[in-house]
DNA sequence: CACTATACGGAACACTGATTCCGCTTGTCA
DNA sequence: TGACAAGCGGAATCAGTGTTCCGTATAGTG
């Protein structure tokens, strides 16, 4: 059921419809309405398991070998990798920013590790504890429109931000 | 009236309704249509309008005296107010690449000045074509969500992505 | 097997927002 | 002044989509 809506928001994005949702997941409408109140709900859902798996790869980036700056990457770089085939979730990270625990556990471990990764001098002095929210919301914009078929490359905005933020 | 439409859609975003760009033009929704056979007609007439104004913009940045990168700067910063209190104009510069001849003549533009200044070394040697329309995507969804409350700053986003785009 | 409770599918409904259309107003001309 | 044309406003219409509801199928039970 999660998966087929997965499904659908990856593929066609937040617009998908309930109708094509179901379809996926092989049922009818009102099965999936006996799941989960709303579409927002549903989407809520799919958010909130998303978001936990970008914790997870926030925190393994976190407690591996190697400088805060690395970790940075790391996440940066498995985060990307873990959405850019979402459109949906692209969409949502590109959105307002998400209030649910594991989005504001996500701000918390950023936070901290760009704090760590600035006094070992690795990233550039005035980095604040948005930065890396800001570079994946662009990252989400950019991702979705390029799997839409626009030439842009997410990977290329990736590089050029991480440079951006990183010291000189 | 296309100063009513343009108020609407630069506070409302482009899901401001017909009746609403109707009403800030002071007139019925019957005459809006008179002029324009549909919304997206009359987005499109805005938005050439707005990218007009981007490619005097960068004409004039290109002819000011200076280094290529000084243009490069200038026009970024200078598009960028041009853009961020106008919503719509934000979200159309951050949606799919659009296909006037307004647009196309933009992207010539700042191809061709990203060439210049990466002969003149202050741009990074692998900056392509299209990093300047790429940075501008970002730029509109996150001054977008600055505008629409959430708490990003464009003007940090540029200071980043230009850094990155610059040579070391 | 007959009966009931539960879950299901998808047609019907409700709402939103773009587009159309018609009666009315206003200005012009004889 | 009265007939007519042009332009206007905004109610009515149409379409798309989220949500509800009900007849039907299924599984469990005596």
Request: with cysteine.
């Given at each position: 059921m999660l998966e087929g809506a997965r499904a659908a928001f990856a593929e066609e994005?937040?617009?998908?419809?309930m109708a094509s949702i179901a379809a996926r997941a092989g049922v009818g409408v009102g099965t999936v309405y006996r799941h989960f109140p709303t579409k927002a709900a549903l989407l809520t859902a799919l958010s909130e398991a998303h978001f936990g798996g970008l914790v997870e790869i926030c925190e393994r980036a976190s407690a591996q070998p190697g400088s805060a700056w690395d970790a940075v990457e790391r996440l940066v770089w498995d985060s990307a990798e873990f959405s850019a085939s979402d459109q949906g979730m692209c969409e949502v990270l590109a959105g307002a920013p998400t209030e649910t625990d594991a989005a504001r556990r996500l701000r918390e471990l950023t936070a901290r590790l760009v704090e760590k990764a600035k006094t070992e001098g690795?990233?550039?002095?005035?980095?604040?504890?948005?930065d890396i929210p800001m570079m994946m919301c662009g990252f989400g914009r950019i991702a979705a429109a390029q799997q839409a078929?626009?030439?842009?490359?997410w990977r290329r905005y990736l590089r050029l931000m991480l440079d951006g933020l990183r010291a000189r």
């Amino acid at each position: 059921m999660l998966e087929g809506a997965r499904a659908a928001f990856a593929e066609e994005g937040l617009e998908a419809d309930m109708a094509s949702i179901a379809a996926r997941a092989g049922v009818g409408v009102g099965t999936v309405y006996r799941h989960f109140p709303t579409k927002a709900a549903l989407l809520t859902a799919l958010s909130e398991a998303h978001f936990g798996g970008l914790v997870e790869i926030c925190e393994r980036a976190s407690a591996q070998p190697g400088s805060a700056w690395d970790a940075v990457e790391r996440l940066v770089w498995d985060s990307a990798e873990f959405s850019a085939s979402d459109q949906g979730m692209c969409e949502v990270l590109a959105g307002a920013p998400t209030e649910t625990d594991a989005a504001r556990r996500l701000r918390e471990l950023t936070a901290r590790l760009v704090e760590k990764a600035k006094t070992e001098g690795d990233m550039r002095h005035d980095a604040g504890p948005d930065d890396i929210p800001m570079m994946m919301c662009g990252f989400g914009r950019i991702a979705a429109a390029q799997q839409a078929g626009a030439h842009l490359d997410w990977r290329r905005y990736l590089r050029l931000m991480l440079d951006g933020l990183r010291a000189r």
